[in-house]
């Protein structure tokens, strides 16, 4: 069983997208996986009026292993805020021990387990806590997604500082181009796997963010993170 922590450099940077795109590549390769959201702002009511969360939805569709929603999503909120606003509105606590618990379950299941966080690496779970928090609590290794547009390189060092700093491994990156008319995109993606210490797992480029595109991440690139 392996498992990793996908973050960003910022928020609306593709890690939906990107955790999607793996797990369909996973499955393709032959890996039984599956997609979690610990915590979740923003979505629909299902049919028993638990928000269900657009991005949650979109792992179940890519994924091959079916786990409860309350596994797959220990917490979702209505409104579409920070999480540590989004749970102080409905007067909830996050708990790691949750989450946790909810990501074992995942990982007894599953060959491999995508948790994906909400915002960026230091977006704040509570008053005290930040998702580079749980994901020192699931002790899980991560995949950095870097929305390629104006600004990244910064934003992107910055977060892999803040990730090492932490001890937390680093198991690779992705180069999602999220600005189709960036200047110098080639130049910027070349600099990245210069300076950062980790695989570049794939660049995704405007054109192919399309249903469907399972093989964005070949094979070898994917074994880069066993």
């Not at 955790?19 to 599956?34: C, E, M, W």
């Amino acid at each position: 069983m392996a498992g990793f922590f996908v973050t960003g450099t910022d928020t609306e940077v593709g890690k939906t997208y990107v955790t999607v795109q793996l797990i369909r590549s996973l499955v393709a390769n032959g890996y039984r996986t599956v997609g979690m959201k610990p915590i979740a702002s923003g979505g629909l009511s299902g049919q028993d009026g638990r928000p269900v969360n657009e991005d949650v939805l979109q792992h179940a569709n890519a994924a091959n292993v079916a786990a409860p929603l309350e596994w797959r999503n220990p917490y979702a909120f209505s409104d579409p805020v920070s999480p540590h606003l989004a749970a102080a509105r409905a007067n909830t606590h996050v708990q790691f021990s949750v989450v946790s618990q909810a990501y074992q379950h995942l990982a007894a299941l599953a060959e491999v387990v995508l948790v994906e966080g909400a915002g960026g690496w230091l977006a704040p779970v509570s008053e005290n806590q930040t998702m580079s928090d749980l994901a020192i609590a699931l002790n899980l290794p991560v995949i950095l997604v870097v929305g390629v547009r104006l600004g990244c390189l910064n934003h992107a060092m910055l977060t892999v500082e803040s990730i090492l700093a932490r001890n937390v491994p680093l198991a690779g990156w992705v180069a999602n181009c999220i600005d189709p008319v960036m200047p110098c995109q080639d130049e910027n993606v070349a600099y990245l796997s210069s300076a950062i210490a980790a695989p570049r797992l794939g660049t995704l480029h405007w054109n192919e963010q399309v249903e469907g595109a399972e093989t964005v991440f070949d094979t070898e690139r994917l074994k880069l993170l066993f």
